[in-house]
């Protein structure tokens, strides 16, 4: 035996034990064909694929040395076993080189069994080439030309065809593809679960090309189009899921994604992966989308466990720990992604699912010493209360919205408790959204809404005119129906007397109504202005003739910004100044700041900045910070005494500019006589001024 010869026996049996072995491995009978490997070589170890690129190169030694010839002395399971081998080695190439060989061979014919197609259409389909699409298709479609295939032989090409498609970034492809089903394959396979793989050929096409928007058209049309629960379900195994969620959450579209996995979730289908849940937590937190973070809450980290625990089940049989040894997903929420589900649930006003969670994963740890029931939980419970819109979108006459009387019992109930502080802005955010959606009727809204609707009804009797397009709804924009109902002066008083009774009747703590007050006053002054806030605080005052005992510095801090942001304030704010020095109250740097910028309004420049540039420099020993100079300096109406100021706090020292003040002719005093000019609007301001001065010297209880 020549050595050529015996080097080719021995690569023989080297091949045939290596495929016996994978066929032994894989659970394929040694009788079968290489048709039946088809499908396997993406199934095998690390071990096995090493053990395929040592023969793999030994096929490749022996092609080379007879480039011409390698084929005349081969049989066609030899031609076979070395393409299988060469898949199993991951040598596209090789297979492709032999592929050219059976093509160039003078009695081709004798290879092209249908075990050799379907390697073929493996090695195209494994090796992910979208360039390959159209090989793949002349291929299936001269495997089905052939004579007396089998049905298995038909449906594992046919699966391999589907397979090329899922890296095809030519959605012109489909056409052809399109041809082939609807004349051949419909006809050798009439099942559905060949139609869903047509149907996820599409998807990972138009997903590969970024046709998002075609791709859940066309899922929306399959599922609508086959309404059988058995028919969904084989779409569900069928199409490309994981591809199409990975794609909803590169477009952040939470409300796809809540779609689709709940109808995943409603057919029983577990094929998603643990890591895929926490994505799809991950996204739905940071986009603060309750649904998807719900779904995924409730359905799958707390799948049937039950919320419900007795408290001795908690302390004394470890319960929690047994469930959370059975629940991957449940074990391995940390405290972050915890605080995170509970912002949104909190956010969206979903009580019931906050408390739960809470009691949960927080009460009854606390009980077994791993928890406590922190301020910040206490905090999200009560955001929950201020989001939770339970009541009608229509306010009624006679009807009472009692939401607000919830959150305060809510926040009675943690104050009593809680040794630690709250500050309004805690809670600011929250109590704002409870004001602005707040039910109360308004005769004026009412009527104006009825005026409306009666003058809508009269147009839609006419001829119809052509639709325009409108700007949709901004579902992210929370308001009442009524938009701000404390625009309404008579129904805000109204609003806060009631709210003051209700915590007077159930003796709730000075703390809880000196945190509402700051709550109340802040809200009324980020939609308003001073006279606003000074008409709430009138409102306390009737109410409680010593209401001032709740004024807060925060308080004062906020009366000072709504002056800042007012055009008639200025006479109000040296009565609120001449209030904080008589009661020797701090008055911060940015108190006096706002007072300087209630000084630059209006369409000319006002001696009354000087005085409080004074005040600044007199109370503090420093000058004003360049925020505040930036502020003077683009200030529309400012005039050569105001550039002179800033010229002069420029150039010289703090003493200096203190010493020499007026000398600099500067005014340090109070201008009563220079607060507003002549015109019918500015006389209109500062009566506005004068009345709100006083208001609050008699809500302050100043002395003459």
């Known amino acids: 035996m020549s050595g050529k010869t015996a080097a080719t026996t021995s690569l023989g049996y080297m091949r045939k034990r290596f495929i016996d072995q994978v ?43 007879n480039s011409d010839s390698s084929l005349v002395q081969m049989t066609p399971q030899e031609v076979e076993d070395d393409v299988f081998v060469s898949l199993c080695a991951r040598n596209y190439n090789q297979v492709w080189t032999i592929a050219q060989k059976v093509q160039q061979d003078p009695m081709n014919s004798r290879f092209r069994s249908p075990s050799l197609y379907l390697l073929l259409l493996e090695s195209i389909s494994a090796r992910g080439d979208r360039s390959q699409v159209t090989l793949a298709l002349n291929l299936y479609s001269e495997l089905l030309s052939q004579s007396s295939l089998s049905e298995d032989t038909v449906k594992v090409a046919t699966l391999q065809l ?41 998807l990972h096409v138009f997903l590969n090309t970024g ?86 809450y409730t359905h799958v980290i707390m799948a049937g466990h039950d919320k419900d625990l007795a408290i001795e089940d908690v302390i004394t049989n470890n319960v929690i ?74 306010p009624i006459e006679g009807e009472h919205d009692s939401s607000v009387e919830k959150v305060l019992d809510v926040l009675e109930s943690f104050l009593s408790r809680s040794k630690e502080d709250f500050h309004y802005t805690d809670i600011s955010d929250a109590f704002s959204h409870k004001i602005n959606t707040l039910n109360v009727f308004d005769q004026n809204v009412f009527e104006a809404a009825r005026h409306e609707t009666a003058t809508v009804e009269f147009i839609n009797q006419l001829e119809e005119p052509e639709q325009e397009a409108r700007k949709s709804k901004n579902e992210n924009i929370y308001e009442s129906p009524q938009g701000n109902v404390f625009m309404n002066q008579k129904i805000m008083q109204q609003v806060i007397i009631s709210h003051l009774t209700y915590m007077k009747d159930r003796h709730m703590s000075e703390k809880c109504i000196r945190l509402y007050t700051e709550c109340i006053l802040n809200h ?75 000084s630059l309004r209006g369409p000319q420049f006002n001696p009354l900045l000087e005085f409080y540039i004074h005040e600044y420099l007199s109370t503090f020993n420093q000058k004003p910070s360049v925020h505040v100079t930036q502020r003077i300096q683009n200030f529309s109406s400012l005039n050569d005494n105001g550039k002179r100021l800033l010229e002069f706090l420029k150039d010289h020292t703090v003493e200096f500019v203190r010493e020499n003040w007026e000398a600099y002719g500067f005014n340090s005093a109070f201008p009563q006589n220079n607060l507003h000019l002549t015109d019918d609007t500015n006389e209109h301001y500062h009566q506005i001024d004068v009345r709100d001065s006083r208001q609050l010297a008699f809500i302050l209880d100043m002395k003459d």
């Open 321 to 394: 720990s047994n469930i959370e040894a059975q629940s991957t997903m449940l074990a391995t929420l940390s405290d972050h992604t915890l605080q995170a589900i509970l912002h949104t649930l909190a956010s969206h006003g979903d009580v019931e699912s906050t408390l739960s969670l809470i009691e949960w994963h927080y009460i009854h740890k606390e009980m077994r010493g791993e928890r406590a029931l922190t301020k910040d939980l206490c905090i999200d419970i009560i955001r929950s209360y201020c989001f939770n819109n339970d009541f009608s979108a229509t």
């Open 524 to 598: 009324i002054n980020k939609y308003q202005n001073a006279s606003g806030v000074i008409n709430a605080m009138s409102a306390m005052k009737k109410f409680n003739c010593t209401c001032y005992c709740w004024f807060t510095p925060s308080v004062f801090d906020i009366l000072f910004k709504s002056i800042s942001n007012s055009a008639a304030a200025r006479l109000t704010g040296y009565t609120l100044l001449s209030f904080m020095k008589q009661t020797a109250r701090p008055v911060s740097k940015s108190n006096v700041e706002n007072l300087i910028f209630s």
């Open 162 to 202: 589907f397979k090329c498609f899922e890296s095809c970034q030519d959605f012109t492809q489909l056409i052809p593809l399109r041809i082939l089903y609807e004349n051949t394959i419909v006809t050798v396979l009439p099942y559905f679960e060949y139609e869903a793989l047509f149907l996820g050929a599409h």
């Open 23 to 65: 066929k032994e491995s894989l659970n394929v009978p040694k009788s079968c064909g290489n048709s039946a490997l088809a499908l396997c070589s993406s199934k095998l170890s690390q071990s096995q694929i090493d053990q395929a690129k040592i023969l793999s190169k030994r096929i490749s030694h022996k092609l080379s040395e």
């Open 211 to 296: 046709q998002y928007n075609q791709a859940l058209a066309l899922m929306h049309q399959s599922f609508e189009s086959f309404p059988d629960h058995e028919d969904q379900l084989i779409l569900l195994q069928k199409l490309p899921l994981l591809k199409l969620f990975d794609t909803m959450c590169n477009f952040k579209d939470c409300n796809s994604l809540e779609y689709w996995l709940s109808l995943v979730l409603d057919k029983n289908t577990s094929s998603i992966p643990y890591a895929w849940w926490s994505q799809f937590l991950s996204l739905a937190t940071s986009q603060n989308h309750y649904g998807l973070v719900k779904l995924i």
